[in-house]
């Protein structure tokens, strides 16, 4: 929960850019105005901006190499926006295997104390059931919680990187129709 929590203070930072912004970034950059194409691509809270000013480097080389640029970065992006997400997942996986494991000790307590004392008083017996249902019980409470977050957490970092990837491609087809020769 506590890296669910984490990981979601990260992504909530995130803001989508206005529809204008890469308008804006690509005016500059064809007024040859570097500066405030960079100063444009940086004043957005979102991983397209550390895209676009990793481009903005490579404009002059044309927009094949800018485009080869936005992929390598959208490397990088991808994992950055994925950390932790697997380590969620893992728990998600583990805790009812763990709260299975309980469970057979439990069960097995109750099994040893059954070939002791038998089965004719109930209190003895109660004991393991109770260490089995209890663990059984904290695997689901753990896992069923980290599922869901990680289901949310994925589905939205999949968006992100889905938009940063149109952002960037909208800004080198942009580049494109300022060098038709490209």
């Not at 070939?115 to 260490?131: Q, Y």
Request: aromatic content about 4%; charged content about 20%; glycine content about 8%.
């Amino acid at each position: 929960v506590i890296c669910g929590l984490i990981k979601f203070a990260q992504i909530v930072r995130i803001r989508t850019p206005r529809p204008d912004w890469v308008a804006g970034i690509l005016a500059s950059v064809r007024d040859d105005d570097q500066e405030k194409a960079a100063s444009l691509a940086a004043s957005v809270p979102h991983p397209a901006a550390e895209v676009l000013e990793r481009c903005l480097n490579y404009v002059k080389a044309g927009p094949d190499v800018a485009e080869e640029v936005l992929y390598e970065q959208l490397i990088g992006i991808q994992d950055r926006l994925q950390s932790w997400l697997p380590f969620i997942a893992i728990t998600a996986a583990t805790a009812p295997l763990l709260g299975l494991l309980g469970t057979v000790a439990g069960m097995i307590r109750t099994f040893n104390v059954i070939t002791v004392s038998g089965t004719g008083d109930p209190k003895p017996l109660a004991g393991g059931i109770s260490e089995a249902l209890v663990t059984t019980l904290f695997g689901l409470v753990v896992a069923i919680p980290a599922l869901i977050i990680h289901a949310l957490l994925a589905r939205r970092c999949q968006g992100i990187i889905q938009n940063t990837e149109k952002l960037g491609l909208t800004f080198i087809n942009g580049l494109r129709l300022k060098n038709p020769k490209s």
